[in-house]
């Protein structure tokens, strides 16, 4: 098991008396090869070792079914909503008592509403957890894929292009690095919200889901960028890219089927890290009032909305952090997992 | 030495300039005039275009720009004859809504946070690289697994998350702890320790959960290495071994990402600080951005660049001393 997949499809590099040889580029299944003593040696490419590895891990198991479930419950909210009864705008104000709180203990569970309710407006909180989960991974996975295609397509460029081109994206680099990304993110939103809309009032969801999209994918392109230019320059020179040059390779051919091939397990993981960082960014940006607006469910909205009531109805601020925290903890385990079992050798 | 210190001031310069022209831009092109913003729904026409011209917003935006700029550097004079009201230098403006200079309301609100920064960086650097060293001297033992389960929570778990619970079980349900705000330590140090353990607590527990992982990996990196299994060979004891050998190596990464993290604290201020309602720089620009009250907002935006820049180069310098394989060039 010395292959390890950030490396090319170095065939000299397969043990000798290893069981696995990998001899196979990425994704083709092996073939059965009998060695000398009888036992069937079989081929497997780095992806595959990678998935065998990957099955076997406990952690990514039960992470990954948290996620499953996670994500069946956001893309089925609709339905989910229609067979328990109620929706995420609904508001039940005969539950609540004079003072706004809702009746009952533990912020109102009962069995039509089996989280409870929100105080004042008296929203069903297991509505607004799923809605707010469906707001949380769109605008997380749509950052992410956006980030880490930018992030390639520059480091891809700057890594195999070099000189003067390399130097000015590396300056662009540091300098969005610079930036003080929460507080710039802080200030743009709003600022730009107010040159689009002005004063005329309502905000559209899409368009505020949008933004906040753009400026991250604005300002964290930089870290994929920077570990895909490393890996280019360090493969750059190897043989195989050599040898497709001088194969009379066009260079779109070599950067994306001769390079970015071998780049893929740590764009992977970068990318498998930046879900859950968007996850919590796009939810502390709600949580100061400048993420995404009502009525979107938003749970880093709930959290805020909630603090105000922690003295008399902490259940509710609790429910909806928990949410973020199991969220988040499930990504960053099935994160480090994929980590591993791309790379066995690199240790948390 | 001097000549790469030369240089990278040089870049840093360049990279500050590009910021502030991006943030002017950001901020004083926008179609809504800051003037209508100042002076709200009820000013009509005339008014406006009295604030703009007291503000120089009527001029060319380079104009803007250089004038806003001259203010930083030597002070500027913000409207002419009896209106005229001087900014001494380094002038950011004024508030829109308390007409305070922004330079005052950030003299007032920047000792609130760096209290709370660097007493949470205090909590993180010693929790979070202790836990993470022993860990990795104890690797495999009970102790190591219970302090990588805990730092694994740690870093999913989120300030607005953690500093609510911590409020409520010693301010609201034990009452052990006043409600965090801030008094001068100068003024009454037990009072400022007791109303900022909490932001401290929060803040660098959850740090410190993601110190206690790197120095725990980079940990047991270096006692792998050959120096170290060299020295125990020699028959040094494994405590001079691990402390003076294995410590030196293990903390240099450390050293620059605290660096960092401190040039970019003032974003996990924000949270913090609005979590606690302390009021600190955080806080008074997360108002300011509701507010849209723009000059307050630019100069955070620039403070807060100028802090991540400077760092760099402290840590970039402070690398090269601590790790001598390390040449500036």
């Known amino acids: ?348 | 030495m001097a000549r790469y210190l030369i240089r990278r001031i040089l870049l840093a310069v360049v990279t500050m300039f590009a910021v502030s022209v991006l943030t002017f831009l950001l901020f004083f092109a926008v179609p809504t005039s800051p003037a209508y913003v100042m002076c709200g729904k009820q000013c009509d026409a005339h008014a406006i275009a009295q604030t703009e011209q007291r503000l120089g917003l009527d001029k060319p935006i380079v104009t803007q720009y250089g004038e806003f700029m001259k203010g930083i550097a030597v002070g500027r004079t913000y409207g002419t004859g009896d209106l005229a009201v001087k900014c001494d230098a380094p002038c950011l403006g004024f508030s829109f809504r308390t007409n305070e200079p922004v330079t005052d309301i950030i003299k007032r609100t920047l000792p609130v946070t760096v209290s709370v920064v660097v007493g949470a960086l205090v909590i993180q650097l010693v929790i979070g690289v202790g836990l993470g060293m022993i860990s990795a001297l104890r690797r495999g033992t009970a102790f190591d697994k219970a302090a990588v389960g805990v730092s694994l929570v740690g870093a999913s778990m989120q300030i607005y998350f953690f500093g609510p619970i911590l409020l409520l079980i010693f301010v609201y349900s034990l009452h052990w702890l006043p409600n965090p705000a801030y008094t001068s330590p100068f003024d009454d140090p037990f009072k400022w320790f007791t109303q900022m353990i909490l932001p401290w607590v929060t803040l660098g527990f959850l740090n410190s959960a993601i110190y206690a992982r790197l120095s725990r990996a980079q940990m047991l990196e270096t006692l792998s290495e050959d120096f170290v299994r060299t020295a125990r060979a020699k028959g040094l004891p494994k405590r001079k071994v691990y402390a003076r050998h294995a410590l030196r190596a293990a903390i240099t990464p450390i050293v620059t990402i605290a660096g960092l993290d401190l040039g970019g604290a003032l974003g996990g201020a924000v949270i913090t600080e609005t979590v606690f309602g302390v009021n600190g720089l955080g806080r008074t620009s997360v108002n300011a951005v509701n507010d849209l009250n723009l000059p307050v907002v630019m100069g955070t935006v620039l403070l807060a660049a100028f802090f991540i820049i400077c760092m760099n180069i402290i840590v970039d310098v402070l690398y090269s001393v601590i790790d001598p394989r390390v040449r500036l060039s």
């Open chain 1, 1 to 348: 098991m010395t292959q390890t997949p950030a490396g090319p499809h170095d065939y000299a590099e397969a043990p000798a008396g290893g069981l696995a040889v990998g001899e196979a580029p990425l994704g083709e299944p092996g073939e059965e090869v009998v060695a000398a003593g009888g036992k069937a040696i079989v081929g497997r490419s780095p992806g595959q070792l990678a998935w065998i590895r990957l099955k076997r891990d406990r952690v990514a198991l039960v992470s990954g079914i948290v996620l499953v479930v996670m994500f069946i419950l956001a893309i089925a909210a609709p339905l989910i909503s229609k067979l328990y009864g109620a929706n995420a705008t609904d508001q039940h104000s005969d539950l609540l008592d004079t003072s706004g709180y809702p009746l009952g203990y533990l912020g109102g569970i009962s069995g039509s509403h089996w989280l409870g309710l929100e105080p004042q407006l008296g929203r069903d909180v297991l509505m607004q957890l799923i809605y707010g989960m469906r707001t949380s991974l769109v605008i997380a996975f749509v950052s992410a894929i956006i980030t880490v295609a930018i992030g390639i397509i520059i480091g891809i460029i700057a890594g195999y292009a070099g000189g003067v081109v390399d130097s000015i994206l590396n300056w662009v680099i540091d300098l969005v690095l610079a930036f003080p990304f929460f507080i710039f993110c802080l200030a743009a939103i709003p600022v730009v919200t107010d040159a689009v809309y002005g004063s005329r009032g309502d905000v559209s969801a899409l368009f505020r889901v949008g933004l906040i999209i753009g400026v991250f994918a604005c300002f964290s392109w930089t870290y994929p960028a920077r570990l895909v230019r490393g890996q280019v320059l360090s493969l750059r020179e190897r043989e195989f890219v050599e040898a497709a040059r001088a194969a009379g390779a066009g260079m779109g051919h070599i950067l994306f089927r001769q390079l970015l091939p071998n780049i893929w397990a740590p764009i992977l993981v970068v990318f498998s890290l930046n879900v859950p960082s968007f996850i919590t960014g796009e939810a502390a940006l709600s949580f100061l009032n400048i993420g995404v607006v009502e009525p979107t469910p938003d749970l880093g909205r709930m959290i805020n909305n909630g603090t105000s009531f922690l003295q008399t109805d902490p259940f509710y601020t609790m429910v909806s952090g928990a949410t973020i925290l199991i969220l988040v903890l499930a990504f960053n385990l099935f994160g480090d997992s994929v980590r591993d079992a791309l790379d066995p050798k690199s240790s948390r």
